[in-house]
């Protein structure tokens, strides 16, 4: 029952085109339109609110909400991680989702990219270089550059779907942290990127890509193989000190 009148919810957001942020009508409306109990309304809302299709706000009514990746983000998150503490590769998994979404990417940006926006790549790419010269971390430099790298496609779902994986993918990482890593590399790759991309030529921007996610992915197997070898026994013990 729920899931049906969740269902008729959506098709009510989607046939009267509301917007986010739009009130949908009350619950006792809802319950007149729908042919449904209160506490049915109610419990399909709470589901829909879960989704982030809706929003209740207590004394104010009920909203469209906005539609975000945030719960996608949280089950993605949730999924690699418990299957990585269950002996699984899921966060390679999650890797070579990612880079097959961006190695498909790279090709058609490669000599499209906006003057602006190879300027703030250029600038970027500055900055991780300093922050790799000061020792700092390079994540945040290092997400602003692939944002930045297909904001020009214009695509705001594909915006979302990338900050969905990089998110989910770094919040599950930790271990990551005990292989070295040179921060030179990771410039060096970045900056063969841009050249790529600034050149034109796609399949050398593709190349680079693949490069850049062939060495996250050398770096990750060597964990994991690690992590295989001295896990016996502390599974469980493992997972409750993971920092996500």
Same mark, same amino acid.
């Given at each position: 029952?729920?899931?049906?009148?969740?269902?008729?919810?959506?098709?009510?957001? #989607?046939?009267?085109?509301?917007?986010?942020?739009?009130?949908?009508?009350?619950?006792?409306?809802?319950?007149?339109?729908?042919?449904?109990?209160?506490?049915?309304?109610?419990?399909?809302?709470?589901?829909?609110?879960?989704?982030?299709?809706?929003?209740?706000?207590?004394? %104010?009514?009920?909203?469209?909400?906005?539609?975000?990746?945030?719960?996608?983000?949280?089950?993605?998150?949730?999924?690699? !991680?418990?299957?990585?503490?269950?002996?699984?590769?899921?966060?390679?998994?999650?890797?070579?989702?990612?880079?097959? !979404?961006?190695?498909?990417? !790279?090709?058609? !940006?490669? +000599?499209? @990219?906006?003057?602006?926006?190879?300027?703030?790549?250029?600038?970027?790419?500055?900055?991780?270089?300093?922050?790799?010269?000061?020792?700092?971390?390079?994540?945040?430099?290092?997400?602003? %550059?692939?944002?930045?790298?297909?904001?020009?496609?214009?695509?705001?779902?594909?915006?979302?779907?990338?900050?969905?994986?990089?998110?989910? %993918?770094?919040? @599950?990482?930790?271990?990551?942290?005990?292989?070295?890593?040179?921060?030179?590399?990771?410039?060096?790759?970045?900056?063969?990127?841009?050249?790529?991309?600034?050149?034109?030529?796609?399949?050398?921007?593709?190349?680079? #890509?693949?490069?850049?996610?062939?060495?996250?992915?050398?770096?990750?197997?060597?964990?994991?193989?690690?992590?295989? +070898?001295?896990?016996?026994?502390?599974?469980?013990?493992?997972?409750?000190?993971?920092?996500?």
């Amino acid at each position: 029952m729920a899931r049906d009148l969740q269902e008729q919810i959506k098709k009510l957001i #989607i046939d009267r085109r509301l917007p986010s942020g739009a009130l949908l009508p009350t619950e006792p409306e809802l319950m007149d339109m729908l042919g449904a109990s209160r506490n049915s309304v109610r419990e399909a809302l709470k589901g829909l609110q879960a989704m982030g299709i809706v929003e209740i706000r207590h004394g %104010f009514g009920t909203y469209v909400g906005p539609m975000s990746m945030a719960p996608m983000i949280e089950g993605l998150a949730f999924r690699t !991680v418990a299957g990585h503490y269950r002996g699984e590769d899921s966060l390679l998994q999650l890797l070579q989702l990612r880079e097959a !979404v961006e190695t498909g990417l !790279v090709s058609r !940006v490669a +000599g499209r @990219v906006p003057p602006d926006d190879l300027a703030a790549l250029d600038a970027l790419v500055d900055r991780m270089e300093a922050e790799a010269a000061a020792g700092t971390g390079l994540a945040e430099t290092d997400r602003a %550059f692939h944002a930045t790298l297909y904001r020009g496609l214009g695509n705001l779902l594909l915006s979302e779907l990338l900050e969905a994986f990089w998110d989910a %993918f770094h919040r @599950v990482r930790t271990d990551l942290a005990e292989l070295p890593q040179d921060p030179l590399v990771t410039c060096r790759q970045h900056r063969e990127i841009l050249d790529a991309v600034r050149s034109g030529d796609a399949t050398r921007a593709e190349d680079a #890509i693949r490069e850049h996610f062939g060495n996250i992915r050398t770096r990750l197997t060597a964990t994991e193989s690690k992590e295989t +070898g001295r896990s016996t026994g502390r599974g469980a013990d493992r997972g409750t000190n993971q920092r996500v």
